[in-house]
């Protein structure tokens, strides 16, 4: 069997059998076969249709998100520790959404958009700080530098989140869990409001796939190539943006997912950025999935935030890369 086509059953298979444990397994253990028909149990029906299939379809929307801006990110970067988390672009985006919940804000003609918009501009903004800011420290953007920079970005950005709860008054818990990271109690709402801006930023990446396998040879090259190197850099920034701040706005700061997703897909099936996309983006709907599945069940009936579950895969991953790389093993 061609490689190619086996990567996308293997991956498809690890998400529909993550859909599938997400929706039945629960403190109520729902059959799989009330999801082909509802009729034969009608509370079963309404617990799967209405709370535990939206929850598992933003799971998978978040996931599939920031992997796939994290494997644009490390291929624009040829950095493997790039993804929206290291670089500050979540921190920008939860400082759009905190400052959306804190001051209220709605903007007329985006009504339910306005969390999402402000939340991607917030996100935009910092990933055009942290690369302005690198060049000018360095001309090179060598990996550390970028990294150190998206750090620097994320400590500032973290402490404006730190003043905004201090000055806070009754919106301090769902601020604070909703930084803690979490798909819980948001229903098709949150999807609906996270969908559009999902897939158009992964259909602008999508479309420059072959751009970013260009630049892994580098800029120069990549111009010679015929690649419209600064035109390509900003849309896929833009694209990674996007899906960050949607991610985050529906989400909260979920870290890791979109630096440990591309980088194992691209450790397995190769960096073809053609096939490394699409991949991420199922790979990554399928972990988050498994994760959300874990952090509801792991001391039920209480429930622990996402992003602790994906911080516990995420962090020892990170080191790894980080030894590996430092050691040439990469």
């Known amino acids: 069997m061609n490689k190619t086509v086996l990567a996308y059953l293997v991956s498809l298979f690890l998400l529909s059998g993550s859909v599938v444990l997400g929706v039945t397994v ?15 149990d009608a509370m079963a ?27 644009a990110f490390q291929g624009l970067l040829k950095n493997p520790l790039a993804d929206p988390y290291t670089l500050g672009v979540s921190s920008g985006a939860a400082v759009g959404a905190v400052m959306t919940l804190f001051f209220g804000i709605s903007i007329p003609f985006l009504g339910m958009f306005t969390l999402p918009v402000i939340s991607m501009i917030g996100a935009l903004i910092t990933m055009l700080a942290v690369m302005g800011f690198a060049r000018l420290v ?8 970028v990294i150190l920079t998206g750090i620097i970005f994320s400590s500032f950005l973290g402490s404006i989140i730190s003043l905004m709860i201090a000055l806070t008054g009754e919106e301090l818990r769902q601020i604070i869990g909703w930084l803690l990271g979490s798909v819980s109690m948001r229903g098709w709402p949150y999807v609906q409001m996270a969908l559009p801006f999902i897939l158009i930023g992964s259909f602008v990446l999508w479309l420059y796939r072959r751009e970013l396998n260009a630049m ?10 015929g690649v419209e190197v600064k035109k390509s850099k900003m849309a896929i920034l833009i694209g990674g943006s996007v899906l960050t701040g ?25 960096s073809d950025h053609r096939h490394l996309l699409p991949l991420s983006f199922i790979n990554g709907a399928a972990l988050l999935i498994v994760c959300d599945l ?20 995420g962090a020892p991953i990170f080191a790894l890369i980080f030894f590996r790389q430092r050691r040439g093993g990469l």
């Open 216 to 225: 892994l040879f580098g800029e120069e090259r990549a111009q010679h190539l």
């Open 294 to 313: 874990v952090a509801r069940m792991i001391i039920s009936p209480t429930e622990l935030p996402i992003g602790v579950i994906t911080a516990f895969i």
């Open 138 to 145: 360095d001309r090179s953007m060598k990996m550390e530098t």
């Open 246 to 270: 949607a991610a985050v706005a529906v989400s909260g700061t979920i870290g890791f997912v979109g630096l440990v997703v591309p980088h194992m897909t691209r450790l397995v099936w190769g």
């Open 26 to 40: 629960g403190t109520v253990p729902i059959s799989p076969a009330v999801i082909w028909n509802p009729s034969s």
């Open 45 to 71: 029906a309404n617990i799967l249709w209405n709370i535990r299939m939206p929850r598992v379809v933003l799971a998978g929307l978040v996931g599939a998100a920031l992997a796939i801006a994290g494997a």
